[in-house]
C-alpha cells in the first residue's frame, strides 16, 4: 500500500520511520517532510495546510491511506476534506479537532462529564481577565484558547506574572488570533505525564506512558517549549494510574464527544498533571505529541499500519489490537540557540552519520534541511536524539552519547532528560 504523512517535524520523521518499517507498505510520502524524512520518505512540496493539494496529490499518488500529524491542518478540516474524496485517513475530524484547536471547549467538556481538571475562567475581555486575576488567591496558569504551537502556556508563580501573561496574549497579541479567548485556571501541582490513545471512536487501544519536559531549561526553568525531551515508559503511570486515567479521562471524553455529536477517531494525547489526588487533565491534543512520538514509536515492536488502519476504517477492528512494547527510550531534543524566542537558521549540522550508527540510537530530524548534500538548520527544535536501553538509565546514557556526536554553531540541549524516572527509583 501506499501511504502519504502530512507534517514536517519530528513527530512526523518517526511516524514515516515507523510506517516505512511495514511489510504492508510499499511506498511512503510526506507533505512537505524535512531534511531527515527524506531517508524513508519520497518528500512532496506541498504545505502541511494545502488541504487542496493535499486531496489532489492522494488521487494523483493513488495513495491508500493519508496520515496527518500536525494540529493544524486537522483543525482546518483536512481529514474532511480528504473522506469526502473516499480516502481513507489517520486523524479526526475537523469539529473533533476542537478539543485542543479551544481550550475554552476543551475545559467545558470536562466540567460537563465530570472529567477531573483544574478550575477555571475563560474571558473574552482584557480587564475582565485582570480583575479575575487581582482577586484570585493562589497561583494561576494563564492560556491562550486556540493553537499556538505548544507555546501558548505560561505558569505563573505570582499575580505580577499573571498580569504580564494576559497582556502577552491579549494585550500584546503574541499567539494572535488564538488570543482573542483567555482561559485562566488554577495551577495544578503534581508530576506532569502524556497518556496517548488510539480511537475509533468506540474502541481504545493505551499507548505506553510517556513524559515530556516543557520547560526550556534544566530543572524545568524557563518559558515552555513545543518540548525538550521525552521519555517511555513514565514511571508516574503505574498500574493503577493507568486504570484510573482510562476510566476517569479517556473513555468519559470520548463518550462525551460521541454525546455531542462529534465522534472522535485517531489518536487522542491527554497532557495529565499525576497530583496526590490522582490526574488532572491539563489539556488535550488532537494529534501524536511532539516530542514523545519519537520513543513511544521507536520502542513499539508492533506493526503501526495495523492500529492506523483500525482507526481510520472504524469497523471494530481496533478492539481485537494490541501493542508489543520494547525496551525502555529517550529522546534528547536539540534545539537552536535563542528557542523558543528568536534564533538563527541555516546552521550547517555534523555528525548525525556519527550519531546513527551507535547501537540501538536513531536521529530523529524535526527542523532541518538539506542542500547540497548537507543538513542545515530550519527550525527551533531541530533535532530529537533518541535511544533505547534494557532500562531508563542506559537509554539516558546511550541518547547522551550520541547527542554528543552532533554539532552545529548555536546547538542547546537540555542535560536532565529523564531523571525524574530516575528520582522515582
Same mark, same amino acid.
Given at each position: 500500500m501506499k501511504v502519504l504523512v502530512v507534517g514536517s517535524g519530528g513527530r512526523e520523521h518517526a511516524l514515516c520511520y515507523k510506517i516505512s518499517a511495514s511489510d504492508q507498505v510499499e511506498e511512503v510520502y510526506c507533505a512537505p517532510g524535512n531534511g531527515g524524512i527524506s531517508e524513508? #520518505?519520497?518528500? =512532496? !512540496?506541498?504545505?502541511?495546510?494545502?488541504?487542496?493539494?493535499i486531496v489532489k496529490a492522494s488521487h494523483d499518488l493513488s495513495i491508500d491511506l493519508?496520515?496527518?500529524?500536525?494540529?493544524?491542518?486537522?483543525?482546518?478540516?483536512?481529514?474532511?476534506?480528504?473522506?469526502?474524496?473516499?480516502?481513507?485517513?489517520?486523524?479526526?475530524?475537523?469539529? #473533533?479537532?476542537? =478539543? !485542543?484547536g479551544s481550550k475554552v471547549f476543551a475545559k467545558k467538556l470536562m466540567r460537563d462529564k465530570g472529567i477531573p481538571t483544574g478550575d477555571f475562567e475563560a474571558f473574552e475581555d482584557k480587564k475582565e481577565a485582570e480583575k479575575f486575576v487581582r482577586g484570585y488567591k493562589g497561583k494561576l496558569v494563564v492560556k491562550a484558547d486556540g493553537l499556538a504551537a505548544g507555546k501558548g502556556v505560561m505558569v505563573c508563580d505570582n499575580e505580577s506574572e499573571a498580569l504580564s501573561a494576559v497582556d502577552l496574549v491579549m494585550g500584546q497579541k503574541a499567539f494572535g488570533g488564538a488570543g482573542d479567548k483567555v482561559l485562566i485556571e488554577e495551577r495544578l501541582f503534581g508530576e506532569e505525564a502524556s497518556f496517548l490513545v488510539f480511537t475509533d471512536g468506540k474502541n481504545i487501544v493505551p499507548l505506553a506512558g510517556s513524559q515530556d519536559h516543557k520547560a526550556v531549561y534544566d530543572g524545568d526553568k524557563g518559558p515552555n517549549t513545543g518540548g525538550m525531551g521525552a521519555y517511555s515508559p513514565a514511571p508516574v503511570i503505574d498500574d493503577k494510574m493507568h486504570d484510573r486515567v482510562i476510566n476517569e479521562v479517556i473513555t468519559p471524553t470520548i463518550e462525551a464527544m460521541n454525546e455531542r455529536g462529534i465522534p472522535y477517531k485517531g489518536v487522542l494525547y491527554a497532557g495529565l498533571m499525576i497530583t496526590e489526588h490522582g490526574p488532572q487533565v491539563l489539556e488535550f491534543n488532537c494529534r501524536f505529541g511532539d516530542p514523545e512520538t519519537q520513543p513511544l514509536l521507536f520502542r513499539m515492536k508492533s506493526d503501526i499500519i495495523d492500529f492506523l488502519l483500525a482507526c481510520a476504517r472504524a469497523?471494530?477492528?481496533?478492539?481485537?489490537?494490541?501493542?508489543?512494547?520494547?525496551?525502555?527510550?529517550?529522546?534528547?531534543?536539540?534545539?537552536s540557540k535563542g528557542y523558543p524566542g528568536n534564533y538563527e537558521k541555516g546552521k550547517v549540522i555534523s555528525g548525525?552519520?556519527?550519531?546513527?550508527?551507535?547501537?540501538g540510537a536513531y536521529v530523529f530530524h524535526a527542523g532541518t534541511?538539506?542542500?547540497?548534500?548537507?543538513?542545515?538548520?530550519s527550525g527551533g527544535r531541530v533535532l530529537g536524539v533518541t535511544a533505547s536501553g534494557p532500562d531508563i538509565k542506559k537509554a539516558i546514557d546511550k541518547a547522551y552519547k550520541a547527542?554528543?556526536?552532533?554539532?552545529?554553531?548555536?546547538?542547546?540541549?537540555?542535560?536532565?532528560i529523564g531523571q525524574k524516572a530516575l528520582g522515582r527509583k
Amino acid at each position: 500500500m501506499k501511504v502519504l504523512v502530512v507534517g514536517s517535524g519530528g513527530r512526523e520523521h518517526a511516524l514515516c520511520y515507523k510506517i516505512s518499517a511495514s511489510d504492508q507498505v510499499e511506498e511512503v510520502y510526506c507533505a512537505p517532510g524535512n531534511g531527515g524524512i527524506s531517508e524513508q #520518505a519520497k518528500l =512532496l !512540496e506541498l504545505s502541511a495546510i494545502d488541504l487542496d493539494g493535499i486531496v489532489k496529490a492522494s488521487h494523483d499518488l493513488s495513495i491508500d491511506l493519508v496520515v496527518v500529524g500536525p494540529e493544524d491542518p486537522l483543525s482546518k478540516g483536512l481529514t474532511d476534506a480528504l473522506e469526502a474524496e473516499g480516502k481513507l485517513v489517520f486523524g479526526c475530524s475537523g469539529k #473533533a479537532a476542537r =478539543l !485542543e484547536g479551544s481550550k475554552v471547549f476543551a475545559k467545558k467538556l470536562m466540567r460537563d462529564k465530570g472529567i477531573p481538571t483544574g478550575d477555571f475562567e475563560a474571558f473574552e475581555d482584557k480587564k475582565e481577565a485582570e480583575k479575575f486575576v487581582r482577586g484570585y488567591k493562589g497561583k494561576l496558569v494563564v492560556k491562550a484558547d486556540g493553537l499556538a504551537a505548544g507555546k501558548g502556556v505560561m505558569v505563573c508563580d505570582n499575580e505580577s506574572e499573571a498580569l504580564s501573561a494576559v497582556d502577552l496574549v491579549m494585550g500584546q497579541k503574541a499567539f494572535g488570533g488564538a488570543g482573542d479567548k483567555v482561559l485562566i485556571e488554577e495551577r495544578l501541582f503534581g508530576e506532569e505525564a502524556s497518556f496517548l490513545v488510539f480511537t475509533d471512536g468506540k474502541n481504545i487501544v493505551p499507548l505506553a506512558g510517556s513524559q515530556d519536559h516543557k520547560a526550556v531549561y534544566d530543572g524545568d526553568k524557563g518559558p515552555n517549549t513545543g518540548g525538550m525531551g521525552a521519555y517511555s515508559p513514565a514511571p508516574v503511570i503505574d498500574d493503577k494510574m493507568h486504570d484510573r486515567v482510562i476510566n476517569e479521562v479517556i473513555t468519559p471524553t470520548i463518550e462525551a464527544m460521541n454525546e455531542r455529536g462529534i465522534p472522535y477517531k485517531g489518536v487522542l494525547y491527554a497532557g495529565l498533571m499525576i497530583t496526590e489526588h490522582g490526574p488532572q487533565v491539563l489539556e488535550f491534543n488532537c494529534r501524536f505529541g511532539d516530542p514523545e512520538t519519537q520513543p513511544l514509536l521507536f520502542r513499539m515492536k508492533s506493526d503501526i499500519i495495523d492500529f492506523l488502519l483500525a482507526c481510520a476504517r472504524a469497523d471494530g477492528s481496533l478492539s481485537s489490537l494490541e501493542i508489543e512494547w520494547g525496551d525502555p527510550t529517550v529522546c534528547v531534543v536539540m534545539a537552536s540557540k535563542g528557542y523558543p524566542g528568536n534564533y538563527e537558521k541555516g546552521k550547517v549540522i555534523s555528525g548525525i552519520e556519527e550519531a546513527n550508527k551507535i547501537d540501538g540510537a536513531y536521529v530523529f530530524h524535526a527542523g532541518t534541511d538539506k542542500k547540497d548534500g548537507k543538513i542545515l538548520t530550519s527550525g527551533g527544535r531541530v533535532l530529537g536524539v533518541t535511544a533505547s536501553g534494557p532500562d531508563i538509565k542506559k537509554a539516558i546514557d546511550k541518547a547522551y552519547k550520541a547527542v554528543m556526536k552532533i554539532s552545529w554553531e548555536g546547538a542547546y540541549y537540555r542535560k536532565d532528560i529523564g531523571q525524574k524516572a530516575l528520582g522515582r527509583k
